[in-house]
Structures are given as C-alpha cells and as structure tokens.
C-alpha cells in the first residue's frame, strides 16, 4: 500500500516536470495566442475576427480583443491556413507622422527589441543600409525605408517559430510591424497554396 502510494507520488511529480517542460518548449505566440488554434477557438477567448477571407496562404482575419496586446497595437492580422491552424500572427503599430528622421520608431523598435531579446535571447540583425549618399541622410532615414533602399530590422527564432521586428513607412510616416511564424505550419500553408494554384491549371 505505501509502495503503491510513493509510486503514484512519483508518477505524478514526473507528469508535473513533463507538462512543465512542454510549456518551456512550446513555440511562443503572442497576444495571448496558441499557434494551431482553430478560428473557433480563437473566438472562444472573445477575440473578435472580422474582415475574415480566403487569402493566398488560406484563410487570414484581422483580430480584435485580443487578451493581451502591446499598447500601441492599431492593427492584427491571424492567418489559419488551408487546415484551419493559426500558423502567423501579424501586428502593426501606431503611425508617427512626420518621422523624416526615424526617432520615434525607433524608440519604440528598441524597447520592443528589449523585451523579446529579455525572453528569448538575443536577436539577429537582419536589416540593411542604403548605399546611395541621398538615401543614406539621416533626414532621408523613413523615406529610404519606404522605398526599399534601408530595412531596419531583427529577427529570433525559437525551436520552429520565426519572430520577426521591422519599421515599415510611408514616406515620411512610420510605425513598427511585429510578425510570429510557426515556420512548421507555414510550410503546410505554402503547400496548400501550390495544390490550389496546381488545380487552377
């Protein structure tokens, strides 16, 4: 009886420490999210899903009432694709207007940086600078970005997820884009995409 008892102690605190390290290994979503959740079990949190369609890579929605979002959050786009398991998770931020020179974006690039790097490590470097003198001013710094002369950006990844950080701009406009990727379910997505296109031949 007592051995029966230490055993099913043991089998329960060996359960504990396997759920606890699929928690540490599970890839990180954001906001809240699990990737693989279904749309129903995404509007199960209360998340709202609206604008939804039938995109290139499957089904995409942009969400709302997310159970936790970063404060500057203006918009976020789910894509499920073709199995009905959210695989990406896209967020774009407020715009600073008039940023010619980029300091507001890139505030908010480095904290945002931080705090990834803080759970993560540390991310890559994936950005690169123009190589044209004009594109190259300071004062040219979301212009050249918005035309594809400068990218500012880093990227991490974690066991088969992809985290990606950017600026993105508009001229003289600016604002940070956030993406997660199950790089796994992207790739079953990317399939899908080829045997519809493949059917439409």
């Given at each position: 009886?007592?051995?029966?008892?230490?055993?099913?102690?043991?089998?329960a605190l060996h359960m504990?420490?396997?759920?606890?390290?699929?928690e540490r290994t599970a890839p990180p979503a954001p906001f809240g999210l699990k990737f693989g959740m279904s749309k129903a079990e995404v509007k199960s949190m209360g998340v709202l899903l609206l604008e939804?369609?039938?995109?290139?890579?499957?089904?995409?929605?942009?969400?709302?009432?997310?159970?936790?979002?970063?404060?500057?959050?203006?918009?976020v786009r789910l894509m499920f694709g073709f199995d009905d398991q959210l695989f990406r998770v896209g967020a774009v931020s407020k715009t600073w207007a008039h940023d010619e020179n980029g300091y507001?974006?890139?505030?908010?690039?480095?904290?945002?940086?931080?705090?990834?790097?803080?759970?993560?490590?540390?991310?890559?470097?994936?950005?690169?600078?123009?190589?044209?003198?004009?594109?190259?001013?300071p004062e040219n710094f979301a212009y050249s970005i918005s035309q594809n002369?400068?990218?500012?950006?880093?990227?991490w990844t974690v066991g088969q997820v992809t985290i990606t950080l950017r600026i993105g701009s508009s001229h003289s406009d600016t604002y940070c884009v956030l993406a997660y990727e199950d790089t796994a379910r992207a790739a079953n997505a990317k399939k899908g995409q080829r045997g519809r296109e493949k059917e439409a031949l």
């Amino acid at each position: 009886m007592i051995v029966r008892f230490i055993a099913s102690i043991l089998l329960a605190l060996h359960m504990c420490g396997v759920i606890q390290a699929q928690e540490r290994t599970a890839p990180p979503a954001p906001f809240g999210l699990k990737f693989g959740m279904s749309k129903a079990e995404v509007k199960s949190m209360g998340v709202l899903l609206l604008e939804e369609k039938d995109g290139a890579l499957g089904a995409e929605a942009s969400a709302r009432n997310l159970p936790k979002v970063l404060s500057d959050t203006e918009a976020v786009r789910l894509m499920f694709g073709f199995d009905d398991q959210l695989f990406r998770v896209g967020a774009v931020s407020k715009t600073w207007a008039h940023d010619e020179n980029g300091y507001q974006a890139m505030r908010r690039f480095d904290e945002i940086s931080s705090m990834i790097s803080e759970r993560y490590g540390k991310g890559k470097d994936i950005g690169y600078t123009p190589t044209e003198t004009y594109y190259a001013r300071p004062e040219n710094f979301a212009y050249s970005i918005s035309q594809n002369k400068r990218q500012h950006a880093q990227g991490w990844t974690v066991g088969q997820v992809t985290i990606t950080l950017r600026i993105g701009s508009s001229h003289s406009d600016t604002y940070c884009v956030l993406a997660y990727e199950d790089t796994a379910r992207a790739a079953n997505a990317k399939k899908g995409q080829r045997g519809r296109e493949k059917e439409a031949l």
